[in-house]
T-cell receptor
Framework: TQLLEQSPQFLSIQEGENLTVYCNSS?????LQWYRQEPGEGPVLLVT?????EVKKLKRLTFQFGDARKDSSLHITAAQTGDTGLYLC???????????FGSGTKLNVKP | DTGVSQNPRHKITKRGQNVTFRCDPI?????LYWYRQTLGQGPEFLTY????????KSRLLSDRFSAERPKGSFSTLEIQRTEQGDSAMYLC?????????????FGSGTRLTVV
């Protein structure tokens, strides 16, 4: 059983569209991270959220941490082909710096 | 600093052979982690070091797996008597001291194929 469930698993959209992907759990996290991974490469950290209800923006990407620190969402505005990749969320349950990863959302942005 | 470096990038081995991977973390990071990622899944935790001490090992790390970080700098992950089920991407990551709020810096991984 995955500690973190990500949805949707796959998403294919046209360039310019908006999208939201979700990361859900029944566990409370001391921190939660979002990563983007391209084929054959390691994940690259996008953002870390720590406080319940926190919202962070990174250009066209908006990250939200749930009030109860059990879930998170990533919203992309006006998607570009360069946004294509696997988006992973990862949570640190015990503040021990060991992260549990979801299975990811594979995003394909078509030109 | 060039980030986290992993070698080799790719390894093809025959079943039953031993393989060893190397990870060079970011120099000021005292924590080093090994993860394994199979196709369609997120990375799964294997083990981590703080300096040279191995502080935790996952149940995924069978007796055939061993990891070392002898001087608190680079680390090696060895798999003995490889099996086809060991085929995966092996990822190394490092992090800075203190709370985990900074997340990880990952290397590009070593892709292992056992034939």
């Amino acid at each position: 059983t995955q500690l973190l469930e990500q949805s949707p698993q796959f998403l294919s959209i046209q360039e310019g569209e908006n999208l939201t992907v979700y990361c859900n759990s029944s566990s409370v996290f001391s921190s939660l991270q979002w990563y983007r991974q391209e084929p054959g490469e390691g994940p690259v950290l996008l953002v870390t959220v720590v406080t319940g209800g926190e919202v962070k923006k990174l250009k066209r990407l908006t990250f939200q941490f749930g009030d109860a620190r059990k879930d998170s969402s990533l919203h992309i505005t006006a998607a570009q082909t360069g946004d294509t990749g696997l988006y992973l969320c990862a949570g640190d349950v015990y503040n021990f710096n060991k992260f549990y990863f979801g299975s990811g959302t594979k995003l394909n942005v078509k030109p | 600093d060039t980030g986290v470096s992993q070698n080799p990038r790719h390894k093809i081995t025959k079943r039953g052979q031993n393989v060893t991977f190397r990870c060079d973390p970011i120099s000021e990071h005292n924590r080093l982690y090994w993860y394994r990622q199979t196709l369609g899944q997120g990375p799964e935790f294997l083990t981590y070091f703080q300096n040279e001490a191995q502080l935790e090992k996952s149940r995924l790390l069978s007796d055939r797996f061993s990891a070392e970080r002898p001087k608190g700098s680079f680390s090696t992950l060895e798999i003995q008597r490889t099996e086809q089920g060991d085929s995966a991407m092996y990822l190394c990551a490092s992090s800075s001291p203190g709370r985990g709020v900074d997340g990880y810096t990952f290397g590009s991984g070593t892709r292992l194929t056992v034939v």
